[in-house]
């Protein structure tokens, strides 16, 4: 399962797979264009297999219904919407491709950086500082922390299917396809669902709405 789309303004790709044996991945990722701002969201499911699924979809189809309330909003609806299923971890960004502000906040074991394209006086990499619970069990309160992002940075978001030893690696930049690919193929988990998202701002302003295939 792997996506690259260009929207005007991100490049972005989606790597993913179950665990060996399940039909369906409990992990997913959107990537949403809707006015000036990009949605990014990566959910896991708790568990794995078909329950874990449905979790991890409904949580989705709620962000798109959803997609242009604040980050705070979106978790306090999934969290409503998800009652009745096992619940998620989720991670969800708010790029503002007016402000050049990204937006985002955690719940859960969901892994995300920003990698600087050109460090200078900014960290290489800043990480996001997740609140520990679960969305559509126990949501906790939910902080959405801004950072400035910059033309060719990169926010990289990943389920706990993948060894968190991937941020500590030198990435070489590349594209977003391959580099979802090879953090898949060299930090998956055996035994766990796993899926990556990287994506690069072009620095456009996005004036269309679309969503990945998924
Ligand atoms: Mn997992």
Redesign the pocket.
């Known amino acids: 399962m792997e996506t690259l789309i260009s929207l005007p303004s991100c490049e972005y790709a989606i790597a993913g797979r179950p665990l060996a044996g399940e039909r369906k991945s409990?992990?997913a990722a959107l990537v949403l264009s809707v006015g000036h701002r990009l949605l990014v969201a990566v959910v896991?499911?708790?568990?794995?297999g078909d329950e874990?699924a449905m979790a991890a979809e409904l949580a989705l189809a709620t962000l798109r219904q959803h997609a242009d309330e604040p980050l705070t909003t979106l978790f306090k609806q999934c969290h409503e919407r998800l009652q009745t299923t096992r619940g998620v971890?989720a991670v969800m960004a708010i790029l503002d491709t007016l402000e050049s502000t990204l937006v985002w906040a955690g719940v859960g074991?969901v892994e995300a950086v920003l990698v600087a394209a050109k460090p200078g006086a900014r960290r290489a990499k800043q990480w996001l500082t997740n609140r520990g619970g679960v969305v559509g069990y126990r949501l906790p309160v939910v902080e959405a922390r801004a950072v400035p992002i910059l033309v060719g940075d990169l926010l990289i978001i990943a389920?706990?299917?993948i060894d968190e030893g991937f941020v500590a690696e030198e990435l070489q930049p590349d594209t977003p396809e391959n580099m979802a690919r090879s953090i898949l193929e060299q930090h998956g988990k055996a035994a766990?669902?796993?899926l990556v998202l990287v994506l690069r701002w072009l620095g456009g302003t996005a004036g269309v709405v679309l969503s990945d295939p998924l």
């Open positions: 409990g992990d896991d499911g708790l568990g794995h874990a971890a074991n389920t706990d299917g766990d669902d796993a």
